[in-house]
């Protein structure tokens, strides 16, 4: 599975937009990208992931790069409970492969 | 639906002993996944289980082993406990199929070794 670069940390103000950059320069064309999140000392919570399209689900938008070596998870008004480490991973969907690799994710604070 | 169970939440043990953590998955969620978090190593995938057999596996030591019952329950078994061992245990059910797509973790069970 390919290998992604995401900051360490991030601010952003209570209400506006959350923008989460991912870089996955090696990425195959059969990989997904997808966002995971983890508020403190909980489990990772699965939010979106998308292929080629963008993407969009109650919980936030996924927007890939033409050349799929980037991505950015928006959330839209970002809230105090948003406030977690982000994971962005590439895997490829096959059957006996549901081994998920965390990298250090962007850690996201929520400022009142 | 009631969501990934884990018991127990947290646990003490002593170096050298063993430990067994247990893990019910979402129903009808038929393959479920080990991972070990720490602050050093951060997210490590331990092995995945599905129909009672391990399917895929990381890069961690025999110590280390699972096992999964006919109703999916899957338990993880640490022997020889060391004080690296110390960490968030997670366990995580998906559906089966072709690579599923959504991973639901439960709240894990911390483990402390001393």
């Known amino acids: 599975d390919a290998k992604t670069t995401q900051p360490t940390s991030m601010d952003c103000a209570e209400g506006r937009a959350a923008n989460l950059p991912c870089n996955h320069s090696?990425?195959?064309?059969?990989?997904?990208v997808y966002w995971y999140r983890q508020i403190h000392s909980q489990g990772p919570q699965y939010i979106i992931h998308?292929?080629?399209n963008n993407e969009t689900n109650e919980m936030a938008s996924l927007i890939i790069t033409e050349d799929r070596k980037s991505s950015t998870l928006i959330l839209p008004h970002a809230t105090l409970r948003d406030t977690a480490v982000y994971y962005c991973i590439v895997r490829v969907l096959r059957t006996g492969a549901n081994n998920l690799f965390f990298g250090t994710g962007t850690r996201l604070t929520v400022i009142p | 639906k009631a969501g990934v169970t884990q018991t127990p939440r947290y646990l003490i043990k002593t170096r050298g002993q063993q430990v067994t953590l247990s893990c019910s998955p979402i129903s009808g969620h038929r393959s479920v996944s080990w991972y070990q978090q720490t602050p050093g190593q951060g997210l490590q995938f331990l092995f995945e289980?599905?129909?009672?057999?391990?399917?895929n596996k990381g890069n961690f030591p025999g110590r280390f082993s699972g096992r999964q019952f006919s109703n999916s329950r899957s338990e993880m078994n640490v022997s020889t406990l060391e004080l690296g061992d110390s960490a968030l245990y997670l366990c995580?059910?998906?559906?089966?199929?072709?690579?599923?797509?959504?991973?639901?973790f439960g709240p894990g069970t911390r483990l402390t070794v001393t």
């Open positions: 090696t990425i195959s064309g059969n990989e997904y």
């Open positions: 998308g292929l080629k």
């Open positions: 995580a059910s998906s559906l089966a199929g072709t690579g599923s797509r959504e991973q639901y």
């Open positions: 289980y599905f129909s009672e057999t391990q399917r």
